[in-house]
T-cell receptor, first 107, second 113 residues
């Protein structure tokens, strides 16, 4: 079967660092994508890990361990505009979205 | 940066009518997808499309739905005889290869009255 686990909510302070963890179980797996979605908006692609290790894109980094079926998204120097929902998305021939993690940023 | 574009941004339709949602995927992409998101719920996969045929479809994608690539740039989702529960955001996505990340359009908000 398929399953996806990430925290439902995370709260952090502006300027801080936050890590959103994800564990998954899927039948097929090419890699792990991360998407950001603001209320009423579209999923915006943030990062993709096809191989184990860390991928860095500006303030955002993503990590994957295939053997552990685990990944995380690291957001640094948090800004108020980072308040949104974040989705880890195991990818095979389609994306399976979970309920995501709602990130609240406090000033 | 190239992007997926969707039209219209908002479609209001009477129940029972047909709607066509349009998408222009990124030009060098070969794999196309439709997803929907009912208000307050998670994004759900509807269908994937490659080489002019459906690759995979979810159980949501029943006979009421169809997809088409009418020309070299557009990718459409048709919903026949719309129902109230079809009201949702519909997102189109594309990628260059099925193992590459998908890029989403801004979506079409479909409201069925």
């Amino acid at each position: 079967g398929q399953s996806l686990e990430q925290p439902s909510e995370v709260t952090a302070v502006e300027g801080a660092i936050v890590q959103i963890n994800c564990t998954y179980q899927t039948s097929g797996f090419y890699g792990l994508s991360w998407y950001q979605q603001h209320d009423g908006g579209a999923p915006t692609f943030l990062s993709y890990n096809a191989l184990d290790g860390l991928e860095e894109t500006g303030r955002f980094s993503s990590f994957l361990s295939r053997s552990d079926s685990y990944g995380y998204l690291l957001l640094q120097e948090l800004q108020m505009k980072d308040s949104a929902s974040y989705f880890c998305a195991p990818q095979d021939d389609k994306i399976i979205f979970g309920k995501g993690t709602r990130l609240h940023i406090l000033p | 940066e190239p992007e997926v574009t969707q039209t219209p941004s908002h479609q209001v339709t009477q129940m029972g009518q047909e709607v066509i949602l349009r998408c222009v995927p990124i030009s060098n992409h070969l794999y196309f997808y439709w997803y929907r998101q009912i208000l307050g719920q998670k994004v759900e996969f509807l269908v994937s499309f490659y080489n002019n045929e459906i690759s995979e479809k979810s159980e949501i994608f029943d006979d009421q739905f169809s997809v088409e690539r009418p020309d070299g740039s557009n990718f459409t989702l048709k919903i026949r005889s719309t129902k109230l529960e079809d009201s949702a955001m519909y997102f189109c996505a594309s990628n260059a290869d099925s193992n590459q990340p998908q890029h989403f359009g801004d979506g079409t908000r479909l409201s069925i009255l």
